[in-house]
């Protein structure tokens, strides 16, 4: 059976917690429909009937870990960013392999089409919505558009996890691997990649485009043709 997940400051050894820790564990590896409420029962060292108890259903269960999922990371990065832990020597080791399997656990979860995946998407947009707007408000003025691409450039990386870690020549689900397209991620958001003014005259080429009459591909009306 493995441990709690995270670091034992934010982790109590309740039954719930076991059983939430242990779902995680197990549909991070196995996905929703190859976990089976016995299963999860027997890693978090409980009957089936006590999760029953504590959850109802597999699906309940699955909501509860999608929560925690989310707000466990969100609340990773805060501490990271803003509570001044990146410079604790200790805090990011601590923390890592919880990092490493909840984006394992939210892959898993937004590829497996259910109704859940999707709104699982739409909390992390709108995660992502509020702390842009609150810590990054310069960044762009449409900021439900740059989470929704944010979100789904993330997940897309982490969702091609196969083609991304065959590319590193190490699996991007180890630490190893993790700790390498972190890095290049931290590179990516850092730099910009586009010339100023070089995005202005593109915004510029693209506001016609939103016109209720845009014009066609040949610069012609495409209401002209055959009148």
């Known amino acids: 059976m493995g441990g709690p997940i995270g670091d034992a400051a934010f982790e109590d050894l309740t039954a719930r917690a076991r059983i939430r820790d242990a779902a995680i564990r197990l549909f991070a590896e196995r996905g929703i429909d190859g976990t089976t409420v016995r299963d999860i029962a027997q890693e978090a060292g409980v009957s089936p009937g006590l999760l029953r108890h504590h959850f109802g259903s597999k699906e309940a269960l699955r909501e509860v870990c999608d929560a925690y999922a989310l707000d466990r990371l969100v609340k990773i990065k805060e501490d990271l960013l803003f509570e001044g832990k990146v410079a604790n020597p200790g805090f990011l080791p601590s923390v890592h392999p919880t990092i490493v399997l909840l984006y394992k656990y939210l892959t898993r979860a937004l590829l497996d089409g259910s109704s859940g995946a999707a709104a699982m998407f739409d909390d992390m947009v709108t995660l992502s919505e509020q702390w842009v707007s609150k810590h990054a408000p310069a960044v ?88």
């Open 140 to 227: 762009t003025e449409d900021y439900r558009a740059y989470a929704a691409v944010l979100v789904g450039m993330q997940s897309g990386l982490l969702a091609m996890h196969d083609h991304v870690s065959r590319a590193l020549g190490v699996d991007i689900f180890t630490t190893e691997g993790h700790l390498r397209m972190a890095g290049a991620l931290a590179d990516f958001y850092s730099h910009s990649l586009l010339d100023p003014e070089f995005v202005t005259k593109a915004r510029a080429a693209m506001e016609p485009l939103r016109a209720p009459n845009p014009p066609s591909a040949t610069g012609t009306d495409p209401g002209a043709e055959g009148a």
